[in-house]
């Protein structure tokens, strides 16, 4: 009875032990997971700043091949649930293309993951400018979005993000494109961030099909994040292992690989998108510092 007695005692003990140790090392739902709220905002940032490229990417490959008629921009359009204005519909005259995307959430109530970039709503505008034919080496475009009228997502579980500024985009090789966000404004909680960053992205799949459905596409690159206030605090991030995303239904929104740094004025931040090393399509991922690790459900 005696050594029965110990054997469950021992047994509890060893309970307690692991699941004190396991305490040490993750945080999930506790009073100390604010010490990643920085992070967390800045996974929505990101989202927010990507979305508007991926848009535009769609349409500029598929007109590339199929031409941006009126015909071809219906068809876009309806899947984005967006009106448009085309200035410029042909490469043929030297001046590339150019159009102007107006979005409104009251006409996206009923989202299909298979028919969109994003399963959030968006409002705002986007207008975009082809210099020459997309898919051309050398080819550049420019994704305005302008302060009076701001792309704005609705992060249900976080709030408004609102974006605008100047992305420019560079063909430099076949499969690969270079991004430059230039004077770009992210706006969330009533502040304002400078954002700027040198991305290049490169399709692993998909690089000669129309548009960005079943492509999978990698990103290099690094960043800041400069509130601007008195403080002008500043993030800088670091794609450290290459992010992977895929283009197929359900799985747009996030990225199935890779691991990125963030580095703010209080702490150091590992993101990594891939926790269980598994590549679902998950916005789980495992933000860690110097405390701890937080499993989080981001965008």
């Keep these: 009875m005696l050594i029965r007695f110990l054997r469950v005692r021992f047994a509890f003990a060893a309970v307690l032990f692991v699941a004190g140790f396991s305490s040490c090392q993750r945080i999930n739902d506790s009073s100390e997971a604010e010490d990643f709220e920085e992070a967390k905002e800045f996974l929505y940032a990101q989202h927010a700043t990507w979305v508007a490229v991926q848009i535009a990417e769609h349409i500029n490959s598929t007109g590339s091949t199929l031409g941006l008629n009126t015909f071809m921009m219906d068809s876009l359009t309806k899947q984005l649930k967006s009106t448009y204005l085309i200035n410029d519909s042909s490469y043929l005259d030297n001046t590339g293309i150019e159009y102007e995307l107006y979005f409104n959430p009251q006409n996206a109530s009923n989202y299909n993951p298979y028919q969109h970039f994003t399963t959030y709503k968006f409002d705002g505008k986007l207008k975009v400018v082809v210099d020459q034919n997309y898919r051309?080496?050398?080819?550049?475009?420019?994704?305005?979005?302008?302060?009076n009228?701001?792309?704005?997502?609705?992060?249900?579980?976080?709030?408004?993000?609102?974006?605008?500024?100047?992305?420019?985009?560079?063909?430099?090789?076949?499969?690969t494109v270079k991004l430059k966000y230039k004077?770009?404004?992210?706006?969330?909680?009533?502040?304002?961030?400078?954002?700027?960053?040198?991305?290049?992205?490169?399709?692993?799949l998909g690089?000669?099909?129309?548009?960005?459905?079943?492509?999978?596409?990698?990103?290099?690159?690094?960043?800041?994040?400069?509130?601007?206030?008195?403080?002008?605090?500043?993030?800088?991030?670091?794609?450290?292992?290459?992010?992977?995303?895929?283009?197929?239904?359900?799985?747009s929104d996030y990225f199935q690989f890779?691991?990125?740094?963030?580095?703010?004025?209080?702490?150091?931040?590992?993101?990594?998108?891939?926790?269980?090393?598994?590549?679902?399509?998950s916005s789980l991922v495992r933000i860690s510092n110097r405390k701890g690790e937080l499993e989080f459900v981001g965008p």
């Design 258 to 281: 890779g691991r990125l740094s963030l580095s703010t004025k209080e702490d150091d931040f590992l993101i990594d998108f891939d926790p269980f090393k598994n590549g679902s399509c």
């Design 136 to 147: 051309e080496i050398g080819s550049k475009s420019e994704i305005i979005i302008y302060e």
């Design 149 to 175: 009228n701001p792309f704005t997502i609705d992060y249900p579980s976080f709030g408004l993000v609102k974006i605008f500024g100047s992305i420019e985009m560079e063909r430099t090789a076949v499969s």
């Design 207 to 251: 690089a000669e099909t129309d548009g960005l459905w079943n492509d999978q596409l990698q990103f290099t690159g690094n960043g800041k994040l400069v509130e601007k206030d008195d403080s002008n605090d500043q993030s800088e991030f670091t794609i450290v292992n290459v992010l992977t995303k895929s283009f197929e239904p359900g799985c």
């Design 183 to 204: 004077d770009f404004k992210v706006i969330f909680d009533s502040d304002t961030y400078d954002w700027s960053a040198d991305l290049e992205y490169s399709w692993l």
